[in-house]
Nanobody
Framework: QVQVVESGGGLVQAGGSMRLSCRAS????????MGWYRQAPGKQRELVAVVISGGSTNYTDSVKGRFAISRDNAKNTVYLQMNSLQPEDTAVYYC??????????????WGQGTQVTVSS
């Protein structure tokens, strides 16, 4: 089993900053990608940012220049630094981790989600 736990959500005023953390644990042999997704009420879940093995990153256009994703390989942890937050960033943020277990199979595991609310 692979467990994924997010932390760091909450309420912030527009223009403020917040950092989310996500740690993966369990029978992990390797991690290929760690990413953040979000789902606002009435909308589909969308990719926010992802970091893959080797350090390459990708962001959705609406957060480029405001959000930064980073990864601590030793801790199997990924962070999302969110600056200049806007009300439209309000959503439940989910962490996704993809990799391979010690026993061989690939995995794609999700966290439980953390609420981010940006007030205007």
């Amino acid at each position: 089993q692979v467990q994924v736990v997010e932390s760091g959500g909450g309420l912030v005023q527009a223009g403020g900053s917040m950092r989310l953390s996500c740690r993966a644990s369990g029978s992990i042999f390797s991690i290929n990608a760690m990413g953040w997704y979000r789902q606002a009420p009435g909308k589909q879940r969308e990719l926010v940012a992802v970091v893959i093995s080797g350090g390459s990153t990708n962001y959705t256009d609406s957060v480029k220049g405001r959000f930064a994703i980073s990864r601590d390989n030793a801790k199997n942890t990924v962070y999302l630094q969110m600056n200049s937050l806007q009300p439209e960033d309000t959503a439940v943020y989910y962490c996704n981790v993809q990799g391979r277990k010690y026993t061989g199979p690939a995995f794609s595991s999700w966290g439980q989600g953390t609420q981010v609310t940006v007030s205007s």
